[in-house]
């Protein structure tokens, strides 16, 4: 098995999720972009883990999957917040704090 | 230069290819598809290919962790999220910005970019053939040098927890 296999599927899943940041104006795509990009790098994480010979990778790896499902359940309560006070969540409606 | 190499594990090879290649069509129905459910649905695809994936790099923990944070958990929030904020199911107009055309050459590039680097570094490196990791080794990484990262993931959950309620309940 090469490294190169598991390493370019990170970098294509990443680049994916970018554009997903990018496109998507719904509030709740734009966090499963997120999502693709946290697993292209816990991917890449688990890689070099066996790449190396050593665990440090995956426990590394056991801890951005404890940060993200943080991240979705703060972002998640942010968008029903936001959907409450202004009955859509579009993001480039919420232009409030622009200059 | 990718599937070519002597020495190799060609049902290794074969099983990676597929599931690498189910993973990134359902990543692209993932950021195209106009039906936010449906997006979801092609979601939980990615993850369990991810989780797969773990499986073959011989980190059978973390697969399990995969299926039963991402797949169990995170994806049932979602579905929460989408039926809470949406009234209609179906096809939506307007989920995409007005200047999402700008995202592919970004998208391009950086992928572009990321690969031309990883193929010059590790052009023709062989993973070593390791045999299943024993939890016990996680296990004394956690609890020995990364043990102020662990109870730090522990404030950050429990401050998230608390985060979520304050932030989404009815007054």
Not at chain 1, 72 to 93: A, H, K, T, W
Not at chain 2, 24 to 53: D, E, R, Y
Not at chain 2, 72 to 92: D, H, N, P, S, Y
Request: glycine content about 8%; hydrophobic content about 60%; overall charge negative.
């Amino acid at each position: 098995m090469l490294a190169v296999n598991f390493l370019l599927l990170g970098a294509v899943l990443f680049s994916i999720g970018v554009f997903g940041v990018i496109a998507r104006r719904n509030a709740v795509m734009v966090l499963m972009s997120v999502e693709l990009i946290l697993n292209a790098v816990n991917l890449n994480l688990i890689a070099f883990a066996l790449l190396h010979g050593n665990v440090d990778g995956q426990v590394f790896a056991l801890y951005v999957i404890a940060v993200a499902a943080a991240e979705v359940g703060v972002g998640l309560g942010m968008v029903l917040l936001v959907y409450r006070n202004r009955r859509s969540i579009s993001l480039d409606e919420l232009s409030e704090m622009k200059g | 230069m990718i599937v070519a190499a002597d020495n190799i594990n060609v049902a290794q090879n074969v099983a990676f290819g597929i599931i690498a290649f189910l993973m990134v069509f359902s990543a692209l129905c993932v950021v195209t598809t106009k039906n936010v459910v449906h997006a979801a649905l092609w979601l939980v695809l990615v993850l369990a290919g991810v989780a797969a994936q773990y499986v073959l790099a011989a980190a059978e923990f973390v697969a399990v962790s995969q299926v039963l944070v991402y797949v169990g958990a995170v994806m049932v929030l979602f579905l929460f999220g989408i039926m809470l904020t949406r009234a209609q199911i179906g096809k939506e107009r307007g989920l995409n910005n007005k200047s999402w055309a700008l995202g592919i050459p970004v998208a391009l590039m950086l992928g572009g970019l990321l690969s031309y680097v990883i193929i010059d570094e590790f052009d023709d490196t062989t993973m070593p053939d390791a045999g299943p990791t024993p939890t016990e080794a996680i296990a004394d990484n956690v609890l020995a040098p990364y043990l102020v990262p662990f109870l730090a993931i522990s404030f950050i959950l429990l401050a998230a927890a608390i985060g979520s309620i304050v932030l989404a309940r009815k007054d």
